[in-house]
C-alpha cells in the first residue's frame, strides 16, 4: 500500500517554520556572544591633512642613525646590587648547672640570647 505524498505546499511551510526557529536561535545566540564594538577616541578618527610637513621631513635627515655594528654593548648581568648587611645569629651553648650532686635532677632552665639587630 502506498502512502499519500503531502501537498508541496505543507512540505515547504513546515521547511520554512523550520529555517525560521533556526535563524531567530542562532540571532539570539550571536547577539549574547558577539563582542561589542571598541569605542574609538575622536582624535583618531578625524581626517588628516595630506600635505606633507616639510618641517619634519628636514629633521628626519638630521637625526643620528644606528648600525648594529656601532650599538654600545650593554651588560646588564654583570652589574652588582650593592652589599646586603649581613646578620649573625649567636648560638646558645648548654653551661652546666653549678650543683651537680649525684642526687639531684637537672631541669632544663631557659636562657635568653640578645638578639641581633639589623641595620639596614
Same mark, same amino acid.
Given at each position: 500500500?502506498?502512502?499519500p505524498?503531502?501537498?508541496?505546499? !505543507?512540505?515547504? !511551510?513546515?521547511?520554512?517554520?523550520?529555517? !525560521?526557529?533556526?535563524w531567530?536561535?542562532?540571532?539570539?545566540?550571536?547577539a549574547?556572544?558577539?563582542?561589542?564594538?571598541?569605542?574609538v577616541?575622536?582624535?583618531?578618527?578625524?581626517?588628516?591633512?595630506?600635505?606633507l610637513?616639510?618641517?619634519a621631513?628636514?629633521?628626519?635627515?638630521?637625526r643620528?642613525?644606528?648600525?648594529e655594528g656601532?650599538?654600545?654593548t650593554?651588560?646588564?648581568?654583570?652589574?652588582?646590587?650593592?652589599?646586603?648587611?649581613?646578620?649573625?645569629?649567636?648560638t646558645?651553648t648548654?653551661?652546666?648547672?653549678p650543683?651537680?650532686?649525684p642526687t639531684?635532677?637537672?631541669?632544663?632552665?631557659?636562657?635568653?640570647t640578645?638578639s641581633a639587630? !639589623?641595620?639596614p
Amino acid at each position: 500500500m502506498k502512502r499519500p505524498k503531502p501537498p508541496s505546499l !505543507v512540505t515547504m !511551510v513546515v521547511l520554512t517554520t523550520i529555517t !525560521v526557529i533556526f535563524w531567530v536561535f542562532f540571532s539570539v545566540y550571536r547577539a549574547f556572544t558577539q563582542q561589542p564594538t571598541p569605542t574609538v577616541p575622536a582624535e583618531i578618527l578625524e581626517p588628516f591633512s595630506p600635505n606633507l610637513d616639510e618641517e619634519a621631513l628636514s629633521k628626519l635627515q638630521g637625526r643620528t642613525f644606528f648600525t648594529e655594528g656601532t650599538l654600545p654593548t650593554i651588560n646588564i648581568l654583570t652589574t652588582t646590587p650593592s652589599a646586603l648587611p649581613s646578620v649573625e645569629l649567636e648560638t646558645a651553648t648548654p653551661s652546666p648547672s653549678p650543683t651537680a650532686s649525684p642526687t639531684a635532677t637537672l631541669s632544663p632552665t631557659p636562657s635568653s640570647t640578645p638578639s641581633a639587630e !639589623v641595620t639596614p
